[in-house]
């Protein structure tokens, strides 16, 4: 099955910084989506985004599909921006999704 | 914003017992699917159901787990006689087509003790 590997694992930042997160995948792919899991454990879709570019607010994701990986940008990083990122894919033939094991972001004041 | 809501929000059992999770997908869509994760862990599926039947389901997904979609409105997840191993988050899910963003219930917190 598909392999999905995201780095880094974990990412300490200071308010006001920028930061990347990068989604590897090993197969192609129909559908991935980025989310953030808040403290209340709850998946947060930030973006829908198998193919191309998306911007929301601070927030931004790219996915070069051909070359099997996504990257999710985030600037002037918030406080609220701490918790965990996921990355999901699916298989192209069966549509589940694979999640990666996520980036641990925590935010500092 | 369409939501999939997800009942309850946390379950407190006994080790032993039989659990109903209870989901309400999208009202148009049609593929709908669990995932699990289990405490600091990342988020694992468990099963997809779709035209009135399961079309994948994980090693995880054993004999002792059931889905149901009794009424055409709810999607229910049945562990029949739970252990402290499955405590974890349960994730209910749905989408319109194959090819479409997928939405997320909150989540129930399954506490078996």
């Known amino acids: 099955g598909i392999q999905v590997e995201q780095s880094p694992p974990d990412l300490i930042l200071q308010e006001g910084a920028n930061s990347t997160l990068r989604c590897n995948f090993s197969d192609s792919v129909n559908n991935l989506q980025w989310f953030h899991q808040n403290p209340w454990g709850q998946l947060i879709n930030l973006f829908y985004i198998p193919s191309g570019t998306k911007q929301n607010g601070r927030l931004s994701a790219t996915t070069v599909a051909t070359e099997r990986y996504s990257l999710l940008y985030i600037s002037s990083s918030q406080t609220t921006d701490s918790g965990v990122y996921f990355c999901?894919?699916?298989?192209?033939?069966?549509?589940?999704?694979?999640f990666g094991t996520g980036t641990r972001l925590k935010v500092l004041a | 914003e369409p939501e999939v809501t997800q009942t309850p929000s946390h379950q407190v059992t006994q080790m032993g017992q039989e659990v109903i999770l209870r989901c309400v997908p999208i009202?148009?869509?049609?593929?709908f699917y669990w995932y699990r994760q289990i405490l600091g862990q990342k988020v694992e599926f468990l099963v997809s159901f779709y035209n009135n039947e399961i079309s994948e389901k994980s090693e995880i997904f054993d004999d002792q787990f059931s889905v149901e979609r009794p009424d055409g409105s709810n999607f229910t997840l049945k562990i029949r006689s739970t252990k402290l191993e499955d405590s974890a988050m349960y994730f209910c899910?749905?989408?319109?087509?194959?090819?479409?963003?997928?939405?997320f219930g909150a989540g129930t917190r399954l506490s078996v003790l």
């Open positions: 899910a749905s989408r319109r087509a194959a090819k479409n963003i997928q939405y």
């Open positions: 009202s148009n869509h049609l593929y």
């Open positions: 999901a894919v699916d298989d192209s033939g069966t549509y589940k999704y694979i």
